[in-house]
């Protein structure tokens, strides 16, 4: 047992225990339940499609849905299990007598992260699960009823589905740490939530900023355009989809690309939290 | 030895939203907190008890003088090793069991995992909810969370306990089974900082004992010293008839004294404070 | 209570500068997935649709609006809605004119289903029968080729769209020539479908063209893998075989 006059060292023992015990907490507050019935509910309403008879083109409809799902389920649970999960240890004043423990809140704040993101993580899991077995099982029967689309073999690359997920887990740690740095400020759930939402949607439009700040001849709008290209991630850089869905492939730097510059808002985002929660009086 | 707190003109003031206004909850509060001692913090609502140990244990930032536990700034984090608290009213993670909410709370502490199992068994049993320790948080009631919570305050066998109304909500009996448990902790060299309203148990059991109002800091001293009245005897008549008590009493009074009760509660001098700050403002 | 206020500005130009450091990372992304003409595109379409259109194309959902389009269509084109349904399939090809399907469907919408429409149930004999009626025909089947010729800017080498032409040509315009000269597009195609040489091998052989059919059939048939169902193999040798026997009947040539 640390005596008085230790000194504490920053723990990543600590952030793990407490990236678990968020986990455990998303586990046992049902959201798994809820996002396995989304999952599933996802999954099912895909066999709609075989009522239209489009042949393999099915499997793209599949896909589409399936990707798009992710992408938007995935993101608004982000935001909502994030700021659930964070702001709510301020909320209900669990985290006074957590912070009142010998931790750096700078711990707390990559812990809560750590947790939110391995949750949203998980529902992309089952998402992808849900989503490689209706495409396995369509291709199967569409094989039978139209072989000519399938002269070369199975057309669906499941490695590419998972390789989509992987992309949507990155997008979505960058949305994580952004509603955690807004809890770290906020006074109620709600103000985080929001605040996330609307990062979100302008960093999906990001890249039409970024087109137009170099368009435009306006000073003040060139300011505003500026300020949303370069001041916010663009989260259109993490939308594979539509070329994995027509069968093309990813060059494998992508991966690392993406890694790198999720990584860096992460850390930025994570970063300024800290600053920010280090400030906040409880 | 340094003290194990030691606040020097404290002084914490609050924005007021949406004005340039500031609330000072602390006003230029000293006092020291001798290791091995059990001091107690007293004050009515709003006199200021809770920021101060907010700001003890780094919750809070200080907005001038010092504060120090175990001779390190109280906005060190590692300050807080080796300190223990119990907030007033306690949450607690609702869905962890008793057990879980002290494996978490040790291995923040720094418990060992190898000990940590024989550790909980322990602290379970020494506050009562040895058959409780598996049930959901949760569903505990007002008193089993002030249990888990003084349980949780000593996972890490800190050598400074502060204690925020660790009987609220408790019944009698088991708010004696706490002031014995505190006993107890102070007889192992702990350090114990008390916030309560059931004076008698401070009076009881306190070594030192400080009285707030409005932030300032209205007396403090042992409670032998804050209790007597001075310049003042007391005689103490035991097994006398009512002539003979009588004829001493009369005595006494042609020799000019005044006759009365000798000494007063804690309670009533907590009273008197009371009523001179409300009169005050 | 929060004092974070001081801290703000000092984050946006951290934020700023994060941001015109990753620019060039940004670009390089966005230049590998073909993103950057992705939006000049879609700026071009922008006044085509509506606002909300826009904003879930633009916002990286393309394929996802554009599935919703094409599964709307479906109602119209069970209402037998002619303005409807063309504006969708024309929309819907404006969206997202990646995927064939949309491209091949709509001009078979067009090409076979509208002219129904237009004369009704009862009177679909009048479109091979009579003069109206052929001229509804041919009318909707120039809708479709059009509709095809336009997907050439995205499918330029699809055996595919080469075939649904050549079907048009040949069932609705009863230009056999021109649905021959298709075909034969579509074998020389990149990964043409095993059919379409048998295609042109009948087509040639209705155009009068049998020693040109031999001679064609004869090459693909050295192609040809013994163990693929899809190749037909069998099929394709008894039909040299046929036609051996025809031209040799007709005196043009010895087995």
Same mark, same amino acid.
Not at chain 1, 165 to 182: K, T
Not at chain 2, 164 to 191: H, M, N, R, Y
């Given at each position: ?282 | ?37 059990? @001091? ?38 590692? #300050?807080?090793?080796?300190?223990? @608290? ?17 494996? @978490? ?10 000990? #940590? ?22 569903? @505990? ?14 996972? #890490? ?10 009987? #609220? ?13 505190? %006993? ?7 350090? %114990? ?89 | ?26 670009? =390089? ?37 554009? $599935? ?12 037998? *809605? ?19 399907? /949309?491209?091949? $469907? ?49 499918? =330029?080498? $699809?055996? *595919? ?54 001679? /064609? ?32 009947? =007709?005196?043009? *040539?010895?087995?």
């Amino acid at each position: 047992m640390k005596a008085p006059n230790d000194k504490l060292r920053w723990s990543l023992r600590r952030v793990r225990v407490i990236a678990g015990n968020t986990f455990r907490e998303a586990v046992r507050m049902k959201l798994f339940l809820a996002m396995t019935i989304l999952a599933i509910g996802a999954l099912a309403s895909s066999f709609l499609f075989q009522e239209f008879n489009f042949g393999s083109s099915e499997l793209k409809f599949i896909a589409d849905f399936g990707f798009g799902g992710m992408t938007v389920f995935g993101s608004a649970l982000a935001i909502i299990v994030t700021a659930q999960l964070f702001y709510g240890e301020i909320e209900h004043r669990t985290a006074l007598t957590l912070l009142a423990k010998p931790i750096y809140r700078s711990e707390f704040v990559l812990g809560k992260f750590l947790g939110a993101w391995a949750t949203v993580a998980c529902f992309l899991g089952m998402m992808t699960t849900c989503l490689i077995f209706a495409l396995w099982w369509r291709e199967t029967s569409i094989m039978v009823e139209y072989p000519d689309d399938f002269q070369d073999g199975r057309i669906v690359r499941y490695g590419a589905v998972i390789g989509f997920s992987a992309i949507q887990a990155l997008r979505i740690g960058i949305l994580c740490s952004v509603v955690v740095l807004f809890s770290t400020y906020a006074s109620s759930s709600l103000f985080a939530m929001v605040m996330g939402v609307l990062i979100w949607i302008v960093g999906q439009l990001q890249h039409i900023a970024t087109e137009a700040w170099i368009a435009v001849d306006n000073w003040l709008l060139k300011g505003v355009y500026a300020l949303a290209s370069f001041a916010l991630p663009n989260f259109h850089l993490f939308d594979v989809g539509d070329k994995l869905a027509l069968g093309e492939n990813l060059p494998g730097a992508i991966y690392g690309k993406l890694g790198f510059y999720s990584l860096l808002y992460v850390s930025f985002y994570l970063a300024v939290a800290s600053a920010s929660f280090n400030r906040r009086e409880l | 030895m340094t003290p194990a707190i030691s606040i020097e003109g404290l002084i914490k003031d609050f924005r007021i939203p949406a004005s340039k206004a500031r609330l000072r909850a602390v006003d230029n509060l000293s006092l020291t907190v001798e290791r091995g001692s059990i @001091y107690g913090l007293l004050g009515p609502n709003g006199s200021g008890k809770s920021t101060t140990i907010k700001v003890v244990l780094g919750l809070l930032k200080a907005s001038g003088g010092t504060c120090e536990v175990f001779g390190k700034s109280s906005e060190d984090a590692s #300050a807080r090793i080796g300190v223990g @608290y119990l907030p007033e009213a306690p949450y607690f993670q609702r869905f962890l069991t008793g057990r879980e909410l002290l494996e @978490y709370f040790g291995c923040l502490s720094g418990l060992e995992r190898s000990g #940590a199992s024989k550790r909980i068994d322990q602290l379970l049993e020494k506050v009562g909810l040895e058959d409780a320790g598996d049930r959901r948080v949760g569903s @505990y009631s007002k008193g089993m969370l002030q249990r888990i919570g003084l349980a949780q305050a000593l996972i #890490a066998d800190p050598e400074l306990l502060i204690l925020d109304e660790p009987t #609220a909500g408790v019944d009698p009996i088991g708010a004696a089974d706490i002031a014995s448990l505190i %006993i107890e902790l102070k007889a192992e060299g702990k350090t %114990i900082l008390l916030c309560s309203h059931l004076l008698s148990q401070v009076e009881a059991i306190c070594d030192r004992v400080a009285i707030m109002g409005r932030g300032r800091l209205l007396r403090e001293g042992t409670v032998a010293s804050l209790t007597e009245n001075a310049g003042q005897d007391s005689i103490r008549v035991d097994g006398l008839s009512t002539e003979t008590r009588n004829s001493i009493e009369s005595l006494a009074k042609e020799r000019g004294a005044r006759v009365s009760t000798p000494s007063r509660s804690l309670e009533d001098l907590f009273l008197e404070l009371a009523r001179d700050e409300g009169d005050e403002s | 209570m929060n004092s974070n206020y001081s801290i703000i500005p000092f984050c946006i130009a951290i934020a700023l500068a994060i941001g015109w450091v990753v620019s060039p990372l940004d670009r =390089s992304i966005s230049e590998a997935l073909g993103q950057r003409a992705e939006v000049e595109s879609l700026r071009q379409l922008d006044s085509q649709f509506g606002q909300g259109l826009s904003v879930a194309v633009l916002g990286g959902y393309r394929s996802v609006t554009a $599935n919703m389009v094409w599964l709307s269509k479906n109602r119209n084109w069970e209402k037998r *809605d002619l303005v409807g349904t063309f504006a969708k399939i024309g929309l819907v090809t404006s969206i997202d004119p990646r995927p064939e399907i /949309f491209w091949l $469907n709509g001009a078979r919408i067009i090409a076979n289903d509208m002219p129904a429409w237009v004369v009704g149930d009862r009177n679909t004999n009048q479109l091979a029968s009579t003069e109206e009626g052929r001229k509804v025909a041919h009318q909707y089947a120039k809708r479709a080729l059009l509709l095809l010729e336009k997907s050439r800017v995205h499918h =330029s080498d $699809n055996p *595919d769209i080469y075939l649904e032409e050549a079907m048009i040509y040949w069932l609705k315009l009863d230009d056999l020539e021109r649905a021959a000269e298709r075909v034969l597009r579509a074998t020389q195609a990149m990964n043409p479908p095993y059919h379409a040489f048998r295609i042109y091998g009948e087509m040639l052989t209705r155009l009068g063209r049998k020693q040109e059919a031999l001679g /064609f059939l004869e090459r693909h048939y050295k192609t040809l893998p013994d163990n693929s169902p899809e190749a037909m193999k069998i099929v394709v040798g008894d039909r040299i075989r046929a036609l051996r026997q025809e031209l040799a009947t =007709s005196g043009e *040539d010895e087995v």
